[in-house]
């Protein structure tokens, strides 16, 4: 797996990150809980991702809970994995009487004290998504305070669109406060719209950008071609919210195509799918979140897989 920069963070990461939003839950949502991978079949999954050389891990202070922490938080101990980044968030509703997204100062600095305790220390700290009420320079300088005191080595900013990030730049330049280093954002060739600007600005500013959802919860893959219902207890029947927006008779249509050309040159729906995302040069990496030990192989597939530019923009023209 290639090493590359993390934006303007100085730290190296491999292209593909481990997403653990669905250990004990999918997600941070309450109704989900419970629904997600049992402790020691995430500890299996997690294995399996530092197997395939994986070495950064994505979770957030509200996942299940607080339950993807700590069983990450455990893997960590348990297996000595000093070469491991881990990347948690903070912002979404975890604290009793807390009714939004808070980035406040004091939210901040309570969370990531508790996220370290969970997770022994947190190397990447990303806001979960923007928070209105809560003035821009005062996150910022809560984020400064953490990087000044070597509690976090870098953070970023999540679920931002163009208006929010040139906001937080321009409130960093303004104020002499550290930028974020990347944007972790929904990306994949169903979920293509930070291409018309955001990405454009995170490029020409140096920072970087890494995407979730880069399968669309299953859709970019064989299993629903032909008109198959997600099956009890994929992504898409548990949480069918979260990827309404993707799972589209038109975009099922789409992915029949791209099925069509996945065979031509003999490789799986996913694996092609991934693979555009490893050649897309303003993608730094993406997040995936095997279930099951059978989906690494779409992982692997990818990453035997340099796309020439034509067949990346082949793949591409099926998903304007």
């Not at 984020?143 to 960093?172: H, M, T």
């Not at 399968?215 to 008109?227: E, F, K, N, Q, T």
């Not at 597939?301 to 099926?318: F, K, N």
């Amino acid at each position: 797996m290639r090493q590359v920069e993390l934006g303007t963070t100085g730290l190296l990461v491999g292209e593909f990150f481990f997403g653990a939003g669905s250990i004990g839950g999918i997600g941070s949502s309450t109704v989900t809980r419970g629904f997600g991978m049992e402790t020691d079949e995430a500890l299996e999954r997690l294995d399996e991702a530092y197997e395939v050389g994986i070495r950064v891990v994505d979770t957030a202070n509200s996942y299940a809970g607080g339950e993807s922490e700590r069983v990450v938080g455990r893997w960590r101990e348990e297996r000595e994995r000093d070469d491991v980044l881990v990347a948690t968030k903070v912002g979404n509703v975890v604290e009793p009487g807390q009714d939004g997204i808070s980035l406040r100062g004091d939210h901040i600095a309570r969370q990531l004290a508790l996220s370290r305790t969970r997770l022994g220390h947190v190397d990447l700290y990303l806001s979960h998504a923007p928070d209105d009420s809560t003035p821009i320079e005062e996150t910022l300088t809560a984020f400064a305070i953490a990087l000044g005191g070597g509690q976090i080595k870098a953070f970023g900013c999540s679920n931002v669109d163009v208006r929010q990030l040139e906001a937080v730049l321009n409130a960093a330049d303004r104020a002499g406060l550290p930028r974020p280093g990347w944007v972790q954002n929904e990306f994949s060739l169903v979920a293509r719209g930070d291409e018309r600007d955001l990405l454009p600005l995170a490029t020409g500013e140096g920072i970087g950008y890494t995407g979730y959802s880069p399968l669309a919860g299953g859709l970019l893959s064989d299993r629903y071609l032909g008109d198959e219902e997600p099956p009890e207890g994929s992504r898409l029947a548990i949480a069918p919210a979260m990827y309404a927006d993707s799972f589209t008779e038109e975009n099922r249509a789409r992915v029949a195509r791209l099925a069509d050309l996945a065979k031509q040159h003999e490789v799986s729906v996913s694996g092609l799918a991934l693979a555009w995302l490893r050649w897309h040069p303003s993608v730094t990496a993406s997040i995936v979140s095997p279930r099951r030990t059978a989906q690494w192989d779409s992982v692997t597939e990818a990453l035997a897989i340099d796309l020439d530019d034509e067949l990346a923009e082949q793949v591409g023209s099926l998903f304007p």
